[in-house]
């Protein structure tokens, strides 16, 4: 059963901090990885996305792949209260074609 | 870049009534549209996977005679829920991408909230 694993939270940080999320995978054979961040009754929205490892950086966001230890980041910088939603972790699963999903971590950035 | 459409936001209908919910590429062309359903508090469940001028491809216990897809074209692929009935009330979200592949991301529709009575 290919998984994607990732903490619910909440996780809570003060405005202006770092937020960091992440996300395990358990099929090696994955290439690729989407961020996606989804507001309380919305449809999610991409973030980013990483192939390769190490960091891919735009803005305010970094994602962070590492193959080997199967893992992957994301690091929110500067954070806002508009950055308080669910962040969805997802897979490309290449002999399926489809996305493996995490369940989602739940941020709350406070003012 | 990368607009997905999808109508209508909200149904709401008698148990017994077919829905269609369609989902359209607005600035690019969409080899791959992808369907899922969300319930409350959980993540996405995909259901299946179109690509235009073919079959689609049903995930393990989603009913296709239940949940009839489309994808005529490029832009435009359907989702009919026939017959509907309370438990098939949902958050239901479409996707698209340009390749379908792992190299390219999804981009998704606003979704259609579906409420049968």
């Known amino acids: 059963q290919k998984e994607v694993e990732q903490n619910s939270g909440p996780l809570s940080v003060p405005e202006g901090a770092i937020a960091s999320l992440n996300c395990t995978y358990s099929d090696r054979g994955s290439q690729s990885f989407f961020w996606y961040r989804q507001y309380s009754g919305k449809s999610p929205e991409l973030i980013m996305f990483?192939?390769s490892n190490g960091d891919k950086e735009d803005g305010r966001f970094t994602a962070q792949l590492n193959k080997a230890s199967q893992y992957v980041s994301l690091l929110i910088r500067d954070s806002q209260p508009s950055d308080s939603a669910t962040y969805l972790c997802?897979?490309?699963?290449?002999?399926?074609?489809?996305?493996?999903w995490g369940l989602g971590t739940s941020l709350a950035v406070n003012p | 870049g990368a607009v997905v459409s999808q109508h209508p936001s909200r149904v709401i209908c008698k148990s017994g009534t077919s829905v269609k919910i369609e989902c359209r590429s607005l600035?690019?062309?969409?080899?791959?549209m992808f369907w899922y359903r969300q319930f409350p508090k959980q993540s996405l469940m995909l259901m299946a996977t179109s690509n235009e001028g073919s079959k689609a491809t049903y995930e393990q216990g989603v009913e296709k005679d239940k949940f009839l897809i489309n994808h005529a074209s490029l832009t435009l692929s359907t989702l009919t829920v026939t017959s509907a009935h309370p438990e098939d009330s949902s958050f239901y979200i479409c996707?698209?991408?340009?390749?379908?592949?792992?190299?390219?991301?999804?981009?998704f529709g606003d979704g259609t909230r579906l409420s049968i009575l």
């Open positions: 990483i192939y």
């Open positions: 997802a897979a490309w699963a290449g002999n399926n074609r489809k996305l493996i």
């Open positions: 996707s698209a991408s340009t390749t379908g592949g792992q190299d390219q991301p999804q981009h």
């Open positions: 600035d690019f062309q969409a080899t791959t």
